[in-house]
Antibody, heavy 121, light 108 residues
Framework: QVQLVQSGAEVKKPGASVKVSCKAS????????INWVRQATGQGLEWMGW????????GYAQKFQGRVTMTRNTSISTAYMELSSLRSEDTAVYYC??????????????WGQGTLVTVSS | SYVLTQPPSVSVAPGQTARITCGGN??????VHWYQQKPGQAPVLVVY???DRPSGIPERFSGSNSGNTATLTISRVEAGDEADYYC???????????FGTGTKVTVL
């Protein structure tokens, strides 16, 4: 069965960077895009971007352009999301999710358990 | 950018039907997907491509999409359906995912 296991909670100071990992199993890692979605406490879902694990190609939401970098290590079926220049508003749970675009439209059918990132001085 | 609007909350008695709307400009021309999120848990896909259900999702969950409104319908509501629900589309013009504002379903 498809599983996405994310790294543990992080506490960072403003201005620092954080790198969250997402280890995939149960399917061919390079066959489906990995997306990152975040959710601040009590708020809605916010899509951050996608990465094609086969090519390494990425696409980022405009809000995060210049601050987010999505990468992967295919040898260990792991995707990474690094967010820099952290501020308090970046405090949120960060999810990785596998997308299915086979029908012409894309949706997220498998999700990681989430990683809490707290930004505090 | 494309905007999806949902009512903040919907309340429904057990055994009744809950309808959650998702409004967007000509949303009927797009495929709409729905997620259920319970407190402290990751979202779960409950409907994709307007009206299809992933395996394991009860038939009580159904969807429709036309004009400027998509709707998620939960029939014979149970206490376990209490959760936040989000609609989502793929905006092909920007290659971006767009989520709705979310609806909290309360079972009375």
């Amino acid at each position: 069965q498809v599983q996405l296991v994310q790294s543990g909670a992080e506490v960072k100071k403003p201005g620092a960077s954080v790198k969250v990992s997402c280890k995939a199993s149960g399917y061919t890692f390079t066959s489906y895009d990995i997306n990152w979605v975040r959710q601040a406490t009590g708020q809605g879902l916010e899509w951050m971007g996608w990465m094609n694990p086969n090519s390494g190609n990425t696409g980022y939401a405009q809000k995060f352009q210049g601050r987010v970098t999505m990468t992967r290590n295919t040898s260990i079926s792991t995707a990474y999301m690094e967010l820099s220049s952290l501020r308090s508003e970046d405090t949120a749970v960060y999810y990785c999710a596998v997308s299915d675009c086979s029908g012409g439209s894309c949706y997220l059918d498998y999700w990681g358990q989430g990683t809490l990132v707290t930004v505090s001085s | 950018s494309y905007v999806l609007t949902q009512p903040p909350s919907v309340s429904v008695a057990p055994g009744q039907t809950a309808r959650i709307t998702c409004g967007g400009n000509n949303i009927g021309s797009k495929s709409v997907h729905w997620y259920q999120q319970k407190p402290g848990q990751a979202p779960v896909l409950v409907v994709y491509d307007d009206s299809d259900r992933p395996s394991g999702i009860p038939e009580r969950f159904s969807g429709s999409n036309s004009g400027n409104t998509a709707t998620l319908t939960i029939s014979r509501v149970e206490a376990g359906d209490e959760a936040d629900y989000y609609c989502q589309v793929w905006d092909s013009s920007s290659d971006h995912y767009v989520f709705g504002t979310g609806t909290k379903v309360t079972v009375l």
